[in-house]
């Protein structure tokens, strides 16, 4: 059996609580994960586990906020950046999507898929960082328009059409595929442009 570590023992036990249950729960799934299996994996006892975390409901909670901070902190500045066109800026945030994504693979826990989960303040404070990200892409759109480099007559589907295409690619990309993520990058990048640009 492993020994056990102490409160204050490495790298921070709160975050390697939430990099470990990111990766079971992608793996196993939130609902055949325990709290037990938790702190196996680890190598601390459940006692300290709870020091950190109250239940599961909290660390499936702080694993989707984790994320999602992180991703419009990196996200968001580019898609606001002044000195740069819409449209640089929207293909940048393509890129930076793709890439955090593939990245954190094992923390796209969608909000969606785990609401049942999860407490009613929990849905709401991730559904608004949702927002924030969608308002960037938006308003970076609609800046494109004023500024003559992007056509659309209906900004709030571009900005859905954006943000599920890109979405999507987490559900087949593969990295033993035929692809890789500079060429998923590259493409989308490419199918993005198109789809923004004016006639």
Same mark, same amino acid.
């Given at each position: 059996?492993? @020994?056990?570590?102490?409160?204050?023992?490495?790298? !921070?036990?709160?975050?390697?609580?939430? !990099?470990?249950? /990111?990766?079971?729960?992608?793996? =196993?799934?939130?609902?055949?994960?325990?709290? =037990? +299996?938790?702190?196996? /994996?680890?190598?601390?006892?459940?006692?300290?586990?709870?020091?950190?975390?109250?239940?599961?409901?909290?660390?499936?909670?702080?694993?989707?906020?984790?994320?999602?901070?992180?991703?419009?902190?990196?996200?968001?500045?580019?898609?606001? +950046?002044?000195?740069?066109?819409?449209?640089?800026?929207?293909?940048?945030?393509?890129?930076?999507?793709?890439?955090?994504? +593939? /990245?954190? @693979?094992?923390?796209?826990? *969608?909000?969606?898929?785990?609401?049942?989960?999860?407490?009613?303040?929990?849905? *709401?404070?991730?559904? &608004?960082?949702?927002?924030?990200?969608?308002?960037?892409?938006?308003?970076?759109?609609?800046?494109? $328009?004023?500024?003559?480099?992007?056509?659309?007559? !209906?900004?709030?589907? $571009?900005?859905? /059409?954006?943000? +599920?295409?890109?979405?999507?690619?987490?559900?087949?990309?593969?990295?033993?595929?035929?692809?890789?993520?500079?060429?998923?990058?590259? &493409?989308?990048?490419?199918?993005?442009?198109?789809?923004?640009?004016?006639?």
């Amino acid at each position: 059996m492993a @020994r056990k570590r102490s409160l204050d023992g490495g790298q !921070d036990i709160a975050e390697q609580i939430l !990099d470990r249950a /990111a990766l079971l729960f992608y793996e =196993r799934g939130y609902d055949a994960t325990s709290i =037990r +299996d938790l702190a196996e /994996a680890i190598g601390i006892s459940s006692s300290t586990l709870y020091h950190h975390y109250s239940n599961k409901q909290e660390i499936l909670y702080a694993v989707v906020h984790r994320f999602m901070e992180v991703f419009n902190a990196e996200i968001i500045p580019t898609l606001r +950046d002044p000195r740069r066109s819409p449209t640089a800026r929207l293909l940048d945030a393509v890129r930076l999507h793709l890439e955090i994504s +593939d /990245a954190r @693979r094992a923390e796209l826990l *969608r909000v969606n898929h785990i609401r049942a989960s999860l407490n009613e303040p929990q849905v *709401r404070e991730l559904t &608004r960082l949702q927002w924030a990200y969608q308002d960037a892409v938006k308003n970076a759109i609609k800046e494109g $328009c004023a500024a003559g480099e992007i056509a659309t007559d !209906d900004v709030d589907l $571009c900005t859905m /059409a954006v943000l +599920d295409m890109l979405n999507g690619v987490r559900t087949w990309f593969r990295h033993s595929g035929s692809l890789s993520l500079n060429d998923v990058v590259a &493409r989308y990048t490419a199918m993005v442009r198109k789809m923004l640009s004016t006639p």
